[in-house]
């Protein structure tokens, strides 16, 4: 079992979660009490047949996304894609369950496949080697990283290097440490399809004599048509990239209230006092206005720019476009509670037809945990302790 507690970052350890809890979620069972709600879910558009359940059953299930170090690696990271099963939000609550019955998952090394991709972090002037692996791939890749200046032989787009990585091959890609901040990376082959089949991921470059923040966190936004993810899963569907309608909203690839689950979700979770910083990438096809409650936040940083203190102002939204970075910092001031983060488009705070869901998560104060509100919100997100 993970140790990792909240969004991939700088968390409390699970130890230090079970003490702030004070018991009340210990005995939070999935399901038991929380509210399944009246309207349909967001699954009578995702239903899975016998047939499909028998395609899917040899099939993994993703886990939430890990930071991969490149310099404790000696600068060298292996990527290959593996098909999976993404539960969004597997419990019977708030709208769910929600599935992508098919993705098409990175995993680093032995590591296991993630929606999104592990994120991968290095520190300015160290170089990354990225391999990657399509030995056992069934369908041709490349890997393109944004915010780097590179080699033209290492862009990762077939139509313009001539190069692309197909079923039985590997390759290896020189990434440039050289523009530090937040970027994404993804594969170019086919992107309308590839991206929307979960290859997406985040790279991060640390600049010289960088100071992490008290707590620091990553967030990937994206929005889904599952049409597509359901026909690769063999279900009978009409999809096209023409007309795409998202109906799955996610935060590091789940729907609340599975994204508050303290181990497969993504809380920002902070003690009173702390600096917090919070790196935004939006890996999907429409913009994003992030909403955080009761906190003012600082943007310091865009698609890897330093954004200059006389420029920066507080705020407390931030629109991000697609494929942009949002780097804000905010300190944990507030009178400990929970206090939610979301996308400010209502409808992409839905699971299906219930309201709220989809993409929005929370600001938990480690205070906060040992309440009752606490517990249930653990009960609502599936968490056994």
Not at 27 to 37: F, I, N, R
Not at 219 to 247: C, F, H, I, Q
Not at 258 to 278: A, M, N, W
């Amino acid at each position: 079992m993970t140790d990792r507690i909240g969004a991939p970052g700088t968390g409390i350890s699970r130890r230090e979660f079970l003490a702030a809890t004070g018991g009340t979620s210990a005995v939070a069972l999935a399901g038991c009490t929380a509210p399944a709600g009246d309207t349909p879910s967001a699954t009578e558009t995702i239903a899975n047949t016998e047939q499909q359940r028998d395609v899917q059953s040899d099939l993994p299930k993703t886990s939430p996304p890990e930071i991969v170090d490149a310099t404790e690696q000696g600068g060298e990271v292996t990527l290959k894609s593996t098909p999976a099963v993404h539960d969004v939000h597997p419990v019977d609550t708030m709208g769910g369950p929600v599935q992508l019955p098919r993705v098409w998952a990175f995993q680093a090394g032995d590591g296991a496949p993630s929606v999104p991709g592990p994120i991968v972090r290095t520190k300015e002037g160290e170089d990354v080697e990225v391999t990657l692996d399509n030995t056992e791939g069934k369908r041709p890749h490349t890997l393109h990283f944004h915010g780097t200046r590179k080699a033209w032989a290492d862009d990762g787009v077939p139509t313009t290097t001539g190069i692309r990585v197909d079923p039985g091959e590997k390759h290896t890609y020189t990434i440039p440490a050289n523009v530090p901040g937040t970027h994404v990376y993804h594969c170019h082959y086919q992107t309308h399809r590839h991206i929307d089949m979960g290859m997406y991921g985040i790279f991060r470059v640390d600049p010289e004599g960088y100071e992490p923040a008290d707590k620091e966190y990553f967030m990937t936004v994206k929005d889904w048509d599952s049409r597509l993810n359901r026909k690769m899963a063999g279900e009978n569907v009409d999809y096209s990239p023409r007309s795409r309608n998202p109906d799955i909203f996610t935060i590091n690839g789940k729907s609340a209230p599975r994204t508050l689950h303290p181990e497969d979700g993504s809380p920002i979770i902070v003690e009173q006092g702390d600096t917090v910083r919070v790196h935004y990438c939006n890996n999907g096809y429409m913009n994003h206005p992030l909403h955080i409650h009761n906190h003012r936040f600082r943007r310091i940083e865009k698609d890897g720019g330093q954004i200059p203190e006389v420029a920066q102002h507080e705020m407390d939204i931030t629109d991000i476009a697609p494929a942009e970075r949002h780097t804000i910092e905010f300190e944990a001031d507030a009178e400990p509670g929970i206090y939610l983060m979301h996308c400010h488009k209502v409808n992409h705070v839905m699971n299906g037809s219930y309201y709220p869901g989809g993409m929005l998560t929370g600001v938990v104060y480690k205070e906060a945990m040992d309440t009752d509100i606490f517990g249930k919100l653990m009960e609502y997100a599936g968490y056994e302790a």
